[in-house]
């Protein structure tokens, strides 16, 4: 038979050369592979267990996107160490502190039109008339032609960034703030610069930081309330930043995941940034908070501004959507089920973080040490405490003598040193008794070592 391609290749080398160990020589070119790794693995594995060492993976390169260095801080370290906390007071998961939902909530889940995938990279058109049917409550119709779902609000902050920003680039992020913010830009390739919340003014804007920003900035982020100091964007910030954005050719990133939480309230409380038209504005939403469902994975972005850039803007969200259309189809299906059938979860809740604050108010009343922020809202609480002993040194006695966890203020970017954030989630009974014994633990650091032992 006359062979052509391949075959006609090999059996004319068989032919010229032949084999001095036929048997060898026919071994597939994979299994020679396989025997070779297997020949490493094993030198690595002797070598590793005459050192007594751990295995070594050093062949694992890990990009520079990722921190250098992955180990637990203290405090992560000690919790790992202690296993389950009695009070938990930096609990931010909703499905673990006894809300109760709806049990129809998830029947949309099962629609059978689930067994279809009719993909596109902005979703499910009903889910995106449901998701625009909520702004109503905030006075804003946004068009649902112009809203993009995604798999969660972190998604959708990857998603901005990579449609913005070339690695290199920057976006602005606000400091204090949620520090995700930072690792999700990192893992960009893109700087996550910050400017200032001014404390003393009830955490407004301050603009000469915003200001005085690098060229290579692409975006600006604001956090609506803000996480964890629960202050919402002064309307006359949100005039002079829309100016700016404008100006500056940036986008507006409004991250409102909080929004339907108003706890003490404030100026700008019921605002929604899915109003803005006189720059490019991303406002960010999803069910992890609106729902207080996290694992249903379903967040979106709500695209307002000039026709032009947001059209320009979309058709790169697109692309960059398409490249995964992470949005399960059931999610997207049961998003309208959902939203009403679980539209009293947002009180429940509410009505959870009211009683803590309440309480939180009374015992810190008691304590003249320590002072407890307005909360805007959200549901987190800062308080400011002295500082006596560094916020990771106190959050460890915390958590070692008292069975408290809370969480120090740096790890959320404060700039001054003795705050303590902590969450309004957990139930009335775990909450009073945590914050009084937080409150009475931070006394305890104020009593100088050997007050009252030599009596006097
Ligand atoms: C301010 C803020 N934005 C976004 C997120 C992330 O939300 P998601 O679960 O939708 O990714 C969080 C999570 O806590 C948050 O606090």
């Avoid at 910050?194 to 603009?207: C, I, K, Q």
């Avoid at 400011?384 to 408290?404: A, I, N």
């Amino acid at each position: 038979m006359i062979l052509s391609g391949p075959e006609a290749q090999s059996s004319t080398r068989k032919a010229i050369h032949p084999p001095k160990y036929p048997q060898i020589t026919q071994m597939d070119t994979s299994v020679w592979i396989c025997v070779y790794l297997c020949h490493l693995w094993a030198v690595d594995f002797v070598r590793c267990f005459k050192t007594g060492g751990s295995y070594n993976l050093a062949m694992v390169h890990r990009s520079r996107r990722l921190p250098k260095d992955l180990s637990l801080n203290r405090l992560a370290e000690a919790r790992t160490r202690i296993g389950e906390v009695p009070y938990d007071l930096t609990i931010s998961n909703p499905t673990a502190c006894g809300i109760s939902y709806p049990s129809d909530l998830l029947a949309g889940l099962a629609d059978p039109r689930g067994l279809d995938y009719e993909p596109d990279p902005r979703g499910l058109m009903a889910a995106r008339r449901a998701v625009s049917a909520e702004y109503k409550r905030w006075g804003a119709t946004p068009d649902p032609r112009r809203i993009v779902l995604t798999a969660s609000t972190s998604e959708a902050y990857g998603f901005l960034i990579r449609l913005f920003c070339d690695p290199g680039n920057a976006v602005l992020v606000p400091s204090p703030s949620y520090p995700l913010l930072e690792h999700l830009a990192r893992l960009d390739g893109v700087d996550a610069l910050t400017y200032d919340l001014d404390g003393e003014a009830g955490w407004r804007v301050d603009f000469p930081s915003l200001e005085s920003c690098p060229a290579q900035v692409r975006a600006v982020v604001v956090v609506h309330p803000n996480n964890p100091t629960g202050s919402f964007i002064h309307p006359d910030d949100r005039e002079r930043l829309v100016g700016l954005c404008r100006e500056r050719e940036w986008a507006l990133i409004a991250d409102e995941v909080f929004l339907p939480y108003p706890l003490d309230g404030g100026p700008g409380k019921a605002q929604t940034f899915a109003s803005v038209e006189d720059c490019l504005c991303c406002t960010l939403g999803g069910l992890s908070k609106s729902l207080g469902l996290p694992q249903i994975k379903l967040g979106w972005i709500v695209m307002t501004g000039p026709g032009n850039l947001v059209e320009t803007a979309l058709d790169g969200l697109d692309y960059v959507a398409d490249a995964s259309l992470s949005v399960s189809t059931p999610a997207a299906l049961a998003l309208p089920s959902m939203l009403a059938t679980g539209a009293t979860i947002p009180d429940e809740i509410s009505d959870r973080c009211r009683t803590n604050l309440g309480t939180l108010r009374r015992l810190v009343s008691e304590h003249h040490a320590v002072t407890l922020a307005p909360v805007g809202g959200g549901w987190n609480a800062v308080l400011r405490v002295p500082s006596v002993v560094s916020e990771e040194d106190l959050c460890l006695q915390l958590l070692e003598r008292h069975g408290v966890a809370v969480h120090p203020g740096h790890f959320f970017d404060f700039r001054a040193k003795g705050w303590l954030v902590i969450s309004l989630l957990p139930s009335a009974d775990q909450f009073a008794e945590g914050a009084r014994l937080l409150l009475d633990g931070v006394a305890q650091t104020l009593i100088p070592p050997h007050s009252g032992s030599d009596g006097g």
